[in-house]
């Protein structure tokens, strides 16, 4: 199994309006910024995560037990403010020994800046390096609408949908999507 090939960071990227942020994978010391960070995350977005982000001791456990084979969380700083947090999330073995799944989240005072389209693409590029064949996402249809259209504007298709799989902090249900974005030579060329 490769190792994810993290030499490129920390790396300065410009948003769309011009402002500078800085990549880095996530660190022991960045507990705490992570977890002020997601909790400037709207409730109803953070109702959606795989896991309790408001959870101090999530945040420590993921601080102190990094494993970036496995997953590597990438961060992205405007200044000292943690402003998005990115993982590209490994399958280990078996059939899915070649895919990894990514997961963003944006501050909403960045969100619609380009941010989440810059760490996406980043993450594709340590998977294409890796050497594994596909990246899949899996998002909730009327919620994450923008990020739907976003992993679409890279090349993701459609792999299926779970029509009203999922209901909102209100019980409304919704469809949960998955797209999949495959790598080798089809990655490549929409490089070009």
């Keep these: 199994m490769a190792v994810y090939p993290i030499t490129r960071y920390p790396a300065t990227f410009d948003l769309r309006d011009g402002t500078a942020v800085t990549l880095r994978p996530m660190t022991r010391d960045d507990g705490p910024a992570l977890a002020q960070f997601f909790l400037r995350i709207p409730e109803e977005d953070r109702f959606f995560m795989k896991d309790d982000v408001t959870d101090p001791r999530i945040i420590e456990t993921w601080a102190q037990h990094l494993d970036y084979d496995r997953t590597l969380p990438l961060l992205a700083f405007m200044g000292d403010r943690l ?69 679409e504007g890279l090349g993701a298709l459609h792999a299926g949908t779970l029509t009203e799989y999922v209901k909102d902090p209100h019980g409304q249900p919704h469809d949960l999507v998955f797209l999949r974005l495959p790598l080798g030579k089809w990655w490549q060329w929409t490089n070009f």
Excluded: C, N
Excluded at 86 to 91: I, M, S
Excluded at 109 to 122: A, H, N, P, V
């Design 83 to 151: 402003i998005g947090d990115a993982a590209l999330v490994r399958h280990r073995g078996g059939y899915r020994r070649d895919s990894a799944e990514i997961r963003v989240v944006i501050d909403p005072d960045y969100r619609g800046k380009g941010l989440g389209t810059i760490l996406m693409r980043e993450l594709i590029t340590v998977a294409w390096d890796a050497e594994l064949d596909h990246v899949d996402f899996e998002m909730v249809a009327g919620i994450q609408s923008e990020a739907i259209e976003a992993v």
